[in-house]
Every structure is written in structure tokens, then in C-alpha cells.
């Protein structure tokens, strides 16, 4: 059983503080220390590199610049690989951001902006990671010798020990830290945007905790519902309250998806909601016919079959994958009009 007490005590915000008072931990006091206080302790460090490489200024220049929705970052001077033969690439390139967007790529780019000098360096587009448990990293190399297994095979393996025994432990907190530490880790590997499938929704305060998380990194992700453990899940009927009170826009970094099984039920409520359908794996052949394929088709990619929900019959149905990653489909985006 799970309990929700924890909804009432530590916070997001209290954490941060946390972090912020955390001294530098000896190595005996970190393995004792718990999930929050490793991620301040991980702060500590990389906050460290980060003076000693000599770029405080600069990134205390772009924090102060980010109190502006509209502020602007120019990337000067920089080895730029667009990976855009329309763009090109540039030996000795700028790139303009501004807020959310890239605004120009090219040689010598004059504008009103926060400057950072890329000299040495090569710019390009971040990497995207199609399909992340980021509620797990507080986890990495537990198990580092485990196999998958299967559900509550009782074995030293992913589904009996990492599904089994601390998956139904986690509190609103742990999986908070965790999918803050992931993005940040992740940010810091070049791997800008992420689908994050984090199967943790014991509770309405533990999905809130997830968005939370995601949320403050600053990172394009998105947050994929998926089922819970015990009495308090909300899953799936929570997602229209989750679609209400974090993803009322359209236009921001972080977006929501269902992740549930291709049925009819689950189809009605993610159109309620606006929002895709994720399904990861492999999608049975033939696809359901209340879900619309007609010509008994199967879908499956080695990451994730995306979003056959859409409700506008002219909006693109898939906004992280191509059709030229599902086997049998033709090189273009699907429609929901093809679905009905």
C-alpha cells in the first residue's frame, strides 16, 4: 500500500533548500545520505567545475537575461553542424535564440543579445531520447548485472527488484529528484529533449511530483502518464485533471502524452483531454479496430509507437516520430483522418 501522507510534507521547494544549505559530504556521509541529498551533492559538484572552468560569469549573465521571456542568446564564433543541408554548416558560425527558439543560423549575426563566446567549440542541435523511465535514476547501478525478467518472478532481475521492491516504495519526493537529477544529467550529456515514461503514478501527488521535476530543469520533454501501484492511482482519469493544470498551452517546453494500450476506452480519453497516446514496444497486428486501422495494419518501432489520438482531424498526429520509423507505413506524417 502507498502512502500519500507525504503529499503534506516536504516539497520541491523545500528540497531546493535543502540543496542550497547541503555542504560538500564526505564520501561516508553520501551513501547514507538518501536520493535528496545526493542530487545536492551532485549540485555542489558540478557547481564547482563550473567556477573552476572560469564561466560563472556567463552563466550568471544568461540567468539574469532569462527573467525576460524575450531575451535573446547569440552563440558567437562557434564550429556550427546544423544538420540541415538548407542551413549548411559553418567553420566559424553564430546561432540566435530567442526564448524557446532558434531565430538564425549563419556568419557573422549582429543582434541585441546575451553573447557567448563558442570559439573551440562545436554547436549543434541536442540529441532527443525517445524513451526514458527518469523516475529510476536514483536507481542506476543498483542492478547493474540484472536482466529484464518478468513481473514478480522473485529473481534479481528489473521486473523483480526494480519493479517489484522500489518502484511501490517511491514517495512524491523520489520521484521528484529523480526526474529533476535525469534532466539535468541528461542536459548536461547534449541530449536536450526527452519522452519521459516514468511509471510512478502512485498517486496524484506523485504525477504532480514527475511534472514538477521536468518542469524546473528548463528542458523540452515529454511527460508521457503512465499507470501507478496501489489504491491511491489515479491513472488513467487523472490525465484531464494533469492536461487542465500544467499543459493548458500549446506553446511550451514541456508536453503531456497518455501512455496506455491501444483500446477504445483509452482512445475516448485522450481525445477528451487533447492529448496523444504513446505506446511503447509493440502494438498487436492488427491494430484494434476501434482504434481505427482499417487495413489491418501493424505498427511498431524499436522506441515508441506515438499518438493516434489526436482529436483535430488536421493536425500531424505524431509529434516525435515519422511514419518512416513504423514498418509498413509511407514516408509522411499519419492524420487522424486516416485513423477514422
Same mark, same amino acid.
Given at each position: ?81 546544423? =544538420?540541415?543541408?538548407?542551413?549548411? /554548416?559553418?567553420?566559424? %558560425?553564430? *546561432?540566435?535564440? !530567442?526564448? +524557446?527558439?532558434?531565430?538564425? $543560423? ?32 536514483? =536507481?542506476?547501478?543498483?542492478?547493474? /548485472?540484472?536482466?529484464? %525478467?518478468? *513481473?514478480?518472478? !522473485?529473481? +534479481?532481475?528489473?521486473?523483480? $527488484? ?179
Amino acid at each position: 500500500m502507498i502512502d500519500d501522507s507525504c503529499a503534506s510534507g516536504a516539497g520541491p521547494t523545500e528540497i531546493r533548500e535543502m540543496w542550497r544549505r547541503w555542504a560538500a559530504p564526505s564520501r561516508r556521509g553520501l551513501m547514507g545520505a538518501g536520493a535528496g541529498l545526493v542530487a545536492g551533492a551532485a549540485a555542489q559538484l558540478l557547481t564547482g567545475e563550473v567556477a573552476a572552468a572560469g564561466v560563472t560569469p556567463t552563466l550568471d549573465q544568461l540567468k539574469r537575461a532569462e527573467r525576460d521571456p524575450n531575451h535573446r542568446i547569440l552563440l558567437k564564433g562557434g564550429m556550427v553542424l546544423s =544538420l540541415d543541408p538548407g542551413v549548411g /554548416d559553418f567553420e566559424n %558560425g553564430d *546561432v540566435l535564440i !530567442g526564448g +524557446k527558439k532558434i531565430l538564425a $543560423v549563419g556568419r557573422n549575426l549582429n543582434a541585441t543579445a546575451s553573447v557567448v563566446d563558442a570559439s573551440g567549440m562545436i554547436v549543434l542541435p541536442g540529441f532527443v531520447d525517445t524513451h526514458h523511465h527518469q523516475y529510476e535514476t536514483i =536507481l542506476r547501478g543498483i542492478l547493474a /548485472d540484472g536482466v529484464l %525478467g518478468s *513481473v514478480n518472478d !522473485g529473481k +534479481k532481475t528489473y521486473q523483480g $527488484v526494480i519493479q517489484g521492491i522500489f518502484t511501490p516504495a517511491y514517495q512524491p519526493e523520489d520521484a521528484y529528484i529523480s526526474e529533476l537529477v535525469a534532466s539535468l544529467n541528461q542536459l548536461n550529456a547534449g541530449v536536450t529533449t526527452t519522452v519521459d515514461t516514468s511509471q510512478v503514478s502512485h498517486t496524484p501527488a506523485h504525477s504532480d511530483a514527475c511534472i514538477a521535476g521536468l518542469k524546473e530543469s528548463g528542458r523540452r520533454a515529454v511527460y508521457t502518464y503512465s499507470p501507478g501501484l496501489g489504491p491511491g492511482s489515479q491513472y488513467p482519469k487523472d490525465l484531464l485533471r494533469l492536461q487542465s493544470q500544467y499543459f493548458s498551452s500549446a506553446d511550451q517546453l514541456l508536453t503531456l502524452e497518455l501512455n496506455a494500450a491501444p483500446n477504445a476506452d483509452n482512445w475516448a480519453l485522450a481525445r477528451q483531454a487533447g492529448v496523444p497516446i504513446i505506446c511503447p514496444g509493440k502494438v498487436a497486428s492488427p491494430v484494434p479496430e476501434e482504434c481505427g486501422d482499417k487495413g489491418g495494419n501493424s505498427l511498431w518501432t524499436s522506441a515508441c509507437v506515438c499518438a493516434f489520438a489526436r482529436p483535430q482531424s488536421t493536425t500531424s498526429v505524431s509529434p516525435c516520430l515519422p511514419t518512416t520509423m513504423f514498418a509498413g507505413f509511407k514516408s509522411r506524417w499519419i492524420t487522424p483522418r486516416e485513423w477514422a
